[in-house]
């Protein structure tokens, strides 16, 4: 007697949206940013060159990277708030993600704050350590009660 063992095929993920390639684009050239300190406008430069690029929002791209690099000290102040270190102690990956989740609940009404906090998260996870998407999560869920007190209060 023969039995057939089925395989099963791996799961494959829904393509990303362009907002979220946005966001890896952006996160990278934060991460540039932190690391090196290179000019917002190099960073942007490169990135419009890397294979994808095309596939993102580019105008949520640039938003992103320029006004987290414009705001990064306004944004930081949120952050200190909130984390349990120095923001210049954190995992490069870990600020931008941040840095990026803050930018969000403060500028993009459009996007709702559990959206934002779950793009970071999802970013974090990606790119960053292993639990690093925790933290990114606490830290958010925290900010985002400052920075959105009626939305949230009105989804718990």
Not at 40 to 61: N, P, S, T
Not at 110 to 133: C, M, Q, W
């Amino acid at each position: 007697m023969t039995t057939a063992t089925q395989t099963s095929k791996p799961r494959r993920s829904a393509p990303k949206s362009s907002r979220r390639r946005s966001r890896e684009f952006a996160l990278q050239g934060l991460y540039e940013w932190l690391i090196a300190g290179s000019d917002a406008g190099v960073i942007e430069a490169h990135l419009r060159e890397q294979d994808g690029f095309d596939k993102c929002d580019k105008a949520h791209f640039d938003q992103l990277l320029h006004g987290c690099i414009r705001e990064a000290a306004d944004l930081d102040a949120v952050l200190v708030r909130h984390v349990d270190r120095k923001t210049t102690q954190l995992s490069p990956i870990e600020h931008g993600a941040l840095m990026i989740g803050v930018f969000e609940l403060k500028h993009c009404i459009d996007i709702p704050y559990r959206v934002a906090i779950n793009e970071a998260v999802e970013l974090t996870k990606s790119f960053g350590g292993t639990d690093g998407h925790k933290y990114v999560n606490g830290v958010l869920d925290k900010a985002a009660c400052d920075l959105r007190p009626l939305e949230v209060q009105s989804r718990r």
